[in-house]
């Protein structure tokens, strides 16, 4: 199967995915999945997902950052 980066199907399955990370308290782990442009941040659908779960997004850099980092350290155990 072949998603488009901007499918509704992809992004429905990030949600998931970091929904279900987050709450095993590892991270949002589509904090890996993040534009291939310019800014080389996740979509905005991150953005919003955080803000439901009680982060504080208004710096997306640091959010990023934040998130991104704790993924890794969770993972690297």
């Known amino acids: 199967m072949h998603l488009e980066p901007d499918s509704r199907l992809f992004a429905d399955m990030l949600d998931e995915i970091s929904r ?9 782990l589509s904090a890996v999945v993040i534009h291939k442009g310019d800014d080389y941040l996740p979509g ?4 919003k997902l955080g803000r439901e779960l ?4 208004s710096d997306r850099v ?16």
Do not use: K, P
């Open 44 to 47: 905005d659908g991150f953005f």
């Open 54 to 57: 009680g982060r504080d997004t």
């Open 20 to 28: 279900q990370t987050d709450e095993e308290d590892l991270g949002m």
């Open 62 to 77: 640091a959010f990023h950052s934040n998130e991104l980092q704790q993924v890794h350290d969770s993972f690297a155990r």
